[in-house]
């Protein structure tokens, strides 16, 4: 139930957010110089609102992914539909708009807003933070399964996958928790945006970056080619928000009891050790 109760307090501090006025939400960073010598700072050719009809569009496709994971995980149940929509979203959220503005990072954005540093920070940011938890407390993690360009990317290389030992995967599912704290605090203090700035795939969606960063990439994906989703399952700090919001969701993604022939292979053939074994309790009908 600390899950839960966590899970609402997030979404509550997003609402929060959302309804600060304008004028709060649109604070500079550095306001403009007062020049004396009667200079004027020139006029924008791009108009104000580019890129926040831009960050709407990105509301609205996000909207429509998740809502579309949702049917096609828990109405259809096709593994390969989730798979086109995956290949979508790598697509458009990933490389098209370059990984940014994701539900990922905007957690620095969140996290600056409420602490009232110098960011400003916009309904639709506030949204792509929020839409994906708000889905979790419903339907489970559907942002993960086929929305997210990180995970998708890590899918397309994924050859042989092989089982990490309980005893690892359990140790290293602490570190998300860490780097969430670390980033929300980094942010709500002003200091550094550490989830922008060590993003292991940005680089490759951006075609650009430092070269130890793109290594780092590169190594995160030869991990992920025996190894299911390495950086979803013991890094991604947004993974450990969402993961806490599903323990709470209504609808989840089952077996079906009806076809389900009790051999178990699915639990091993799982590359991301995403099946809970059942209790006694369960096994036996209870």
Request: net charge positive; hydrophobic share 50%; charged share 15%.
């Amino acid at each position: 139930m600390r899950g839960v109760s966590t899970a609402w307090i997030i979404l509550a501090a997003a609402a929060m957010t959302a309804a600060l006025p304008d004028a709060a939400l649109a604070v500079e960073r550095f306001p403009p110089p007062d020049f004396e010598t009667g200079y004027h700072l020139p006029s924008l050719t791009q108009p104000a609102g580019a890129w926040a009809a831009r960050d709407w569009l990105q509301v609205g496709a996000l909207a429509a992914g998740m809502g579309l994971a949702t049917y096609l995980v828990l109405v259809r149940r096709s593994r390969r539909a989730l798979s086109w929509l995956s290949m979508a979203s790598l697509a458009y959220f990933g490389f098209y708009l370059a990984g940014c503005v994701c539900p990922i990072g905007s957690i620095q954005n969140v996290a600056g807003g409420l602490a009232g540093t110098a960011y400003g920070i916009s309904l639709a940011v506030v949204l792509i933070f929020a839409l994906p938890l708000a889905f979790a407390l419903l339907v489970g993690r559907v942002f993960c399964s086929s929305v997210c360009p990180l995970g998708a990317i890590q899918d397309v290389v994924l050859l042989r996958p092989v089982r990490v030992p309980d005893w690892l995967a359990q140790g290293l599912g602490y570190v998300p928790y860490v780097y969430l704290g670390a980033a929300t605090l980094f942010a709500a203090t002003d200091s550094r945006y550490l989830i922008c700035e060590y993003d292991p795939f940005v680089s490759f969606f951006r075609m650009e970056g430092r070269a130890w960063m793109l290594l780092a990439g590169a190594g995160l994906l030869a991990i992920a080619t025996v190894v299911g989703r390495p950086y979803c399952r013991f890094l991604c700090p947004y993974g450990a928000l969402l993961g806490l919001c599903a323990r709470a969701a209504k609808w989840r993604v089952s077996i079906s009891p009806d076809e389900c022939v009790n051999c178990r292979l699915c639990e091993e053939a799982c590359p991301f050790g995403a099946i809970r074994k059942p209790t006694l309790g369960e096994e036996s009908g209870r």
